[in-house]
DNA sequence: ATTATACTGGTCACAAATAATCATATACGA
DNA sequence: TCGTATATGATTATTTGTGACCAGTATAAT
C-alpha cells in the first residue's frame, strides 16, 4: 500500500466527522503509530485535518476562521496585572481605557464599580453590557474590525474635548531608549490622544513587551505616570526601566 | 474523547444561550472538574465564552447582537421597507443609519455594498462585522445599554461636524399635524441632529405609527425628504400624507 | 457585618502522546 | 551490483493532558 492511499483513506474517514486516534488507525491500517503521526501531520500541514492530543478530528472552518483564533499570550501575567490596575481605580472616577487585551483584562475586574468607562474599543465595552453600575462612554471613529476598536482623526479630536483621571494604555514595544511603540500609525495617534486626554497616564504592559522595538513611537517613558507590569521583567530591565519612571511590579 | 471535541461540545451549548455551570459539565462529559475549568480557560482566552463564577454564558457582544434576534414587531412590513430603503443607496455615498428595528433590516440588505455606513447603534455596526465591504463609523456617546445604542451631547456634538448623503430615520409616532416624536427626548435630540447633518433624510417607518403621537417631538413632516412606509397604511393616511411630503409605498 | 459555602488558580504527580533520533528495509537508477 | 534516497519501525526524552490536593478568595446566606 502506498503512502499516498494510506492518507487518502485516514483523509476519508476523518472528512466524513469521525474523530480518529492514531492508536486506532494503526491497528486499522497495520502500520506503525510512527508512521500514522506522520501521516497526520503530512494532512494536518495542507490543511485537511485538525489535529488534536492523540488523533486528529476534520476541522471546523465555520466556527474558527469567523472569529479571533489567536489566543491570548501571557494571559496570567496580564491577569495579574488588571488585578493590581483596579485597585488604582478610585470610585466616582473617569477612566480612559484602551484597546488590547491587558486593558480587557483590567475591564473584568472594574465591573461593577462606581465609575464612568470610556473606551475606543468593542471589546471593552461590551464587558460592561449587563453592568449597570458603569457609565460606558464608547468613543466614536472608524470601526478597525480586526481589532475590534475605534481609531482615525475623529476619535482623536474627541479625546480633545475631554479630561480624564487615569488612563490605562495598552502598547506592544517599550523600550528606555525608543520609548513606548505599537505596530500602526492610526492606533499610535490615537494613544497620544489618550494621553493627552489624561492627568494620570498608567502603561499595563507584560514583560514579554520589554526591550522591543516596534514601527510607531507613542511616547516617551518620561511622559508616563506609571508602568505596571509583572513579576517575569528580569532584574537589569527593571533597574533601567526604573530610572526613566515610576514602575510597579504586580505579584 | 479528545480535549477539541469537549471544547466545541460546550462551545455549543453555551453558544445556544444556555449557562452551564462547572460541575454540570463535568458531570456530563465526565471529566474532573480541573479540566473544566481549563477548557472554559482556553475557551475565554479565544474569546468564545464569558466566565462567570461557577460556570461560563455566551458572550454578550458581538456574538449574541447578529445572532439573537429579539421578537420583531410588524417583521414582514419593515422588511419590504429594507429592501425598498436599499435600493436607495447608491455605491459609494455616505449613509447615516439611525438606531431601531427597522433601520437594523436595512443594514441587513446593505451588506457587501461599497459604502460607508455611520450609525449611533451597537446593534447596526454589529451586522457588519464581518463584512469587508462596508466601512462602518460608529458615532461615540454614553452607552445606553436598554437599547444598546449611544446617544448624548456628545454623540450630537459630532453630527455637526459630519455630512452625509442619506441618513434613515426610525421614530415611533408620526402625525400630520405634530410631525415626527420618539419617546426619549435624548434620542429625539440626537435624531433631530442626525437630520441636520444628511442632506436627504428618509424616515422608514410602517404603517403601525401613523396617527400616533409620542413625547418628544424631532421634526415636522416637511423637513423629511421622503417617507418609506408599506402598503398596510390605509388610503386616507396616505392621502393626507401626501399632502405634507413625498410617500413611497413599497411593497 | 460575619460566617459558611463554593469556586478559583496554583502546584504536583502520573499517564499518555509526541517529536527526535537512529536503525533497518525497500525501491530506484547508474 | 552498488550506492543513494526514501519510507518505515523502534527507542527514548520531552511535552502535554489530566486529576487530586490545597490555600486563597469571591459569593451567598444569616
New binding site residues.
Partial sequence: ???EE?RNKILQRIQSGEPL???AISAWL??????V???L?ELRAMGLIH?????AVAPQFPLELSFQDREVQHL?EK??IAAAAAQLVEDGETILLDAGTTTREIARRLRGRAITVATNSMDVASIFSDDAAVQVLLLGGIWRKSINSLVGPLTNSLLKQMRFDKCFLAANAIDCVHGVATHNLQEAETKQAMLAASRSVILAADHSKFGREDFARICGLAELSLLLTDSGVSPETLAELETCLEVQVAS
Wanted: aromatic share 4%; net charge positive.
Fill in positions: 500500500m502506498f503512502a494510506r486516534k492514531v492508536g497495520n502500520i506503525s503509530e510512527a508512521t503521526r506522520r501521516d501531520q489535529r488534536t492530543h492523540g488523533g496570567r491577569e495579574v
